[in-house]
């Protein structure tokens, strides 16, 4: 894929979301056909719909919808459209369950990973335990430890760049379930404050 990621340019958004691999339904094209409009052009069709991502469209009940749902629980709104940015491990989508391995993984894409990460300007990145661990195996992510520098919060600190005002959070995956969903919620809402908190700096200096 030319654009392996799903929202924002992921080297100018402010808020990045990294997850392991992007679940489509089989059926996607036929069930959404917006889709097509979406990946043209992420952040335009969220300002003329409305909807962040059309897995929110009230039609589509394939793979991924449940991911999103909650994700829209954090509020951002179409102001952020070009801030947003999803990216994954796994350069290519894929449908039903799969167990990734690091051999599953595109050393290009991976190199992709890093430099977004470490020379693009987000401000705010969130990555599941999953993701972080398939992170760790690559090597190429030193700055991944085995524990938390701190917590903060609901959530847990990673890594930070003071020198460009970055922080690195481990956050439980939007699709999780069972009793990891009453801590998920509250992570949201934290995720919340922060978009607030830059929503109101750039308000102030605009």
Known sequence: MDKP?????P???R???????????????QQIPEIIDYLTDEPGFWRRTGYHHPFRLPKYEGCGNKYHARFAEIGFSTIEADQVSFIELLHL???GTNKLDVTDLSPD???RLKEIIEEGHARYIFIPSSALQLMRKTKRFPW???EPLRTDGNLEI?????SKGQVIYRMYHLSCYGWQTAKLRRQLGQV?????????MHNRYK
């Open 11 to 13: 080297f100018k958004a």
């Open 109 to 111: 894409h991976i190199k």
């Open 93 to 95: 989508p894929t449908i």
């Open 15 to 29: 808020f990045l979301f990294v997850g392991l691999d992007a679940n489509y339904a089989p059926d996607v094209e």
């Open 144 to 146: 991944i430890s085995q």
């Open 192 to 200: 919340r404050k922060l978009v607030a908190e830059l929503r109101d």
């Open 158 to 162: 990673i890594h930070e760049n003071s």
């Open 5 to 9: 990621w799903q929202g924002a340019d």
